[in-house]
T-cell receptor, first 115, second 112 residues
Framework: AQTVTQSQPEMSVQEAETVTLSCTYDTSESDYYLFWYKQPPSRQMILVIRQEAYKQQNATENRFSVNFQKAAKSFSLKISDSQLGDAAMYFCAYRFYNQGGKLIFGQGTELSVKP | NAGVTQTPKFRILKIGQSMTLQCTQDMNHNYMYWYRQDPGMGLKLIYYSVGAGITDKGEVPNGYNVSRSTTEDFPLRLELAAPSQTSVYFC???????????FGDGTRLSIL
């Protein structure tokens, strides 16, 4: 069965610095998608970035980028120039290519940003 | 577009009561999902639907039922509520293809 593991329950970063959140997953499939979602205290689920497994190039969205290592089944999120508004719970998620495209979530990493 | 709308936002139930959590989307998405999020945890899939009239179980379906009679609506039914069902429930939908899921704002449900 597919699993997603986030080994860092909490992380802290100084404002304007860079932080990397880790995520590993287990799957026997070759086609799938990976996502990072942000959940602020308002509990909204906000899409941060996504990666298609067939693409070798790492996805980038402004200050957010990923390091996707398919063979190692690793999908880390890098946040550059951290801002106070980045403080939130971050979830890594695996999406099946088939099976209705359902998501499997990791346990989450709570990121705090110090001014 | 309102996106994905969930009602109610909060609800307190007594053990053994039943209720329906409503979810509707106005984006004409084929795929819809129900997740639950327990404190300090990630979301877990309860049920999903790939189109009107088609539903399937997720990771944690016990104690829940769903129906999908229209594209827009995907209600989640709790029968005989139990304290273990205290959680935040999220509904989501997406378009076909590689599009991401759009989430509602969640329903916080407490069963006492």
């Amino acid at each position: 069965a597919q699993t997603v593991t986030q080994s860092q329950p909490e992380m802290s970063v100084q404002e304007a610095e860079t932080v990397t959140l880790s995520c590993t997953y287990d799957t026997s499939e070759s086609d799938y998608y990976l996502f990072w979602y942000k959940q602020p205290p308002s509990r909204q689920m906000i899409l941060v970035i996504r990666q298609e497994a067939y693409k070798q190039q790492n996805a980038t969205e402004n200050r957010f980028s990923v390091n996707f290592q398919k063979a190692a089944k690793s999908f880390s999120l890098k946040i550059s120039d951290s801002q106070l508004g980045d403080a939130a719970m971050y979830f890594c998620a695996y999406r099946f290519y088939n099976q209705g495209g359902k998501l499997i979530f990791g346990q989450g990493t709570e990121l705090s940003v110090k001014p | 577009n309102a996106g994905v709308t969930q009602t109610p936002k909060f609800r307190i139930l007594k053990i053994g009561q039943s209720m329906t959590l409503q979810c509707t989307q106005d984006m004409n998405h084929n795929y819809m999902y129900w997740y639950r999020q327990d404190p300090g945890m990630g979301l877990k899939l309860i049920y999903y639907s790939v189109g009107a009239g088609i539903t399937d179980k997720g990771e944690v379906p016990n104690g829940y039922n769903v129906s999908r009679s229209t594209t827009e609506d995907f209600p989640l039914r709790l029968e005989l509520a139990a304290p273990s069902q205290t959680s935040v429930y999220f509904c989501a939908s997406r378009r076909q293809g590689n599009q991401p899921q759009h989430f509602g704002d969640g329903t916080r449900l407490s069963i006492l």
